[in-house]
């Protein structure tokens, strides 16, 4: 298996940084990016992982970053927001805000790699989409789902577009995963924080919620050599929530 040079984005906690440590366990060179640095630490101190603060809504940020990082073979995009609402319930700067997270820097990323990759005949983008997408109408989640939609179709038109120049792009599309996103959503959303959830167990087939370590396991499959001929692909990880 050849090393990789691997770029993740919102690898402070949760699925970010379980994807982080999986590609550095599995012998890949990693550069685990957040906003805040302090959730940064412990990768470096517990796992030798390079880490870098970066806000990826910061165009200027993410080119110059960029710019110093060099080569980069992998993108793992796991920056996220997951807005709670029907359309009648997103305000203009809702949807905004959640463009501006979900899908722009993407776009930006892509951007930013992409040419590098075009000119070694090589790369990897890995963007993290979601069941709520355009796989599966969710209920509450008009700007998630809308801006997870775009992350599908933004991979896929890369995916189409550069396939003859060794570059792939694939999306995960995790259902309901235990992170501490998904813990801070449930304390919001009322004072039962035990039923709360219970209800996004029970929405699961499995009878249980995903756990990070198993989004991170198909990252590091889609980042390595083995996965050379999938691309273009949005691959449902969700215990049967889509079935």
Do not use: W
């Not at 796991?78 to 820097?105: E, Q």
């Amino acid at each position: 298996m050849s090393t990789k040079r691997c770029f993740v984005t919102a690898a402070g906690q949760g699925i970010g940084r379980a994807i982080a440590i999986g590609l550095s366990e599995a012998g890949h060179q990693v550069v685990a990016t957040d906003r805040d640095e302090e959730l940064l630490q412990s990768l470096t101190a517990e796992h030798g992982i390079e880490t870098a603060a970066l806000d990826v809504t910061n165009t200027a940020a993410i080119a110059t970053f960029a710019e110093q990082l060099g080569n980069t073979d992998t993108l793992v995009h796991c920056a996220g927001f997951v807005h709670h609402g029907t359309v009648l319930d997103v305000s203009d700067d809702d949807y905004d805000f959640s463009f501006d997270l979900n899908v722009r820097p993407a776009f930006r990323l892509s951007q930013a790699v992409l040419p590098g990759m075009i000119e070694r005949k090589s790369g990897s983008l890995i963007f993290i989409s979601s069941v709520a997408s355009s796989l599966k109408g969710v209920p509450n989640r008009a700007a998630y789902g809308s801006t997870k939609a775009a992350l599908i179709g933004l991979s896929k038109s890369i995916a189409a577009d550069f396939v003859r120049d060794g570059v792939r792009s694939n999306c995960i599309c995790p259902g309901t995963v235990e992170t501490p996103s998904l813990g801070q959503r449930i304390e919001d959303a009322g004072p039962d924080v035990e039923k709360q959830r219970q209800a996004f167990i029970d929405r699961q087939p499995m009878g249980r919620l995903g756990q990070p370590a198993e989004i991170a396991g198909l990252a590091v499959y889609l980042a390595g050599d083995n996965a050379e001929f999938m691309t273009g692909q949005a691959i449902a990880l969700d215990g049967g929530f889509t079935i």
